[in-house]
């Protein structure tokens, strides 16, 4: 066996390789013009998306210091931002999360790469959906004439029923995700929200979206991301001459609080754990399972992952229900519960309660759900594990919740130390300019630590 890691000279490169761009350029973090998303990063059109180069970039250093590193983790995976850096870096990787389209959109993105067989199988595809004559609705679900015009809905049926006919699993994967965008753009909710609400009376009144030409559009452009991902991973040298990444991938659907009972094996496991989690309940922050809804009435749920008696995705509010405080039950209690653990929780939980009860069960139970979770990741991560967390801050009842703050002291009691912490602003942020509770935030921290104990 080599020697471990000295943890703490480990620790001060990491802090210094840091600081020293900071050094050269104060908003160096903030990533302005340089936070474009290509190949593979855009393949949907995914709420609040991470910086993929500054992720790229803080992997880099990470390793740099600490060259043990090989296997990431990210519990709150989303679309695959960390993923797809971690695969360009030849690195192990396990993702999840509780919203059955981004394990899907996850899935398009490792593979096995193949661009000629993509190309080819686009072709084949609309073929069928050009000589499909079928006048029925693929599939049939509650208020389902609120989101789409009956042309609408008979359009996108030809497309499913084409898709369902490809026998390429990795190439029905990217025909699925990209149906997700089409469907985005083709209901009748508004683009300008990821939350659901009807356009008005004057813009349905405008002519409609042509969800094929849309689709085929999209298709287009997904197939030109795959190829310039599929040339990187090339460069990199990450694939087999059969497209197949050199690496192990696992990506879970499921609750990350559940992941280490569910999966027994799994602790002490990783190396390396990045992420940025909700910053709040997704009803009152970035409605993830509203975004997910009308696309998975559309996706069959054995492609998103799912049996048929599932109904995470029957509601509008299915998956936001379930995600971090979707339930309010005992909110005051399970706040009271987390402020023995985070002094600045506290302060901020009695501020608010003192104000409005509702928002502080809502505040309670998100607490309670996040520090639950923590306390699972934390027991994912090896001794000497490193931590990278992207936060940011919400305002409930005029109040600033500080989430960083929150979360250092909640790994804190699981034994972890802090490296460096720094904020950086966020230039451009894909979702709403402002939500009905409270501005879209507009900072955020990343805070990186290491598990000292086991």
Sequence with gaps: MGRRPNFEIADLAI????????????????????????AAHALLQYPAMMVPQMQGELIDIVVSARPDIKRVCDPFVGSGTILTESMSRGLDFVGCDI???????????????????????????????????????????PGQAKWFSGSTNLRLSKIRRAIE??????????????????????????????????????????????PVATFKAL??????????????????????PTGHYIGEVDLILEDVSLLENNHRGREKQFDLLITSPPYGDNASTVPYGQFSYLPS????????????????????????????????????????????????????FTEILAIRED??????SFGFDLFVSIKAIANLVRLGGVLV???????????????????EEMLRNTGAVTILSFKRKIPSKRMAVRNNISGTMR?????????ANS
């Design 15 to 38: 802090a210094d390789a840091i600081t020293s761009c900071v050094s050269i350029d104060p908003e160096y973090w903030d990533f302005r013009g340089r936070a474009d998303r290509k």
């Design 99 to 141: 919203n059955p389209l981004a394990i899907l959109t996850c899935l398009a993105k490792i593979g096995p790469y193949d661009s000629s067989t993509l190309i080819e199988r686009v072709e084949r595809l609309f073929v069928r959906i050009t000589s499909d004559r079928d006048r029925s609705y693929a599939v049939t679900f």
């Design 165 to 210: 006919s490809e026998s390429n699993v990795w190439v029905r994967r990217v025909f699925w995700v990209t149906l997700a965008e089409t469907i985005r753009r083709a209901s009748n909710s508004r683009t300008s929200t990821f939350k659901l609400h009807v356009r008005s009376k004057a813009e349905l009144a405008e002519p409609s979206v042509d």
């Design 219 to 240: 298709l287009d452009d997904a197939t030109r991301r795959l190829s310039e991902q599929e040339k990187i991973f090339t460069q990199k040298q990450v694939l087999t």
């Design 297 to 348: 009435q559309w996706i069959p749920l054995s492609e998103l992952g799912l049996g048929s008696d599932n109904d995470v995705c029957s509601s509008t509010h299915g998956i936001d229900s379930v995600s971090l405080g979707g339930s309010n039950v005992a909110g005051i209690e399970r706040g009271y519960a987390v402020c023995e653990i985070s002094h600045s929780f506290q302060k901020c």
């Design 359 to 364: 928002h502080a069960k809502k505040l309670g």
């Design 389 to 407: 967390w992207t936060l940011g801050n919400r305002r409930i009842s005029g109040k600033e919740i500080p989430l960083a703050a929150i979360v």
């Design 443 to 451: 900072t955020e921290t990343v805070l990186i630590m290491r598990m």
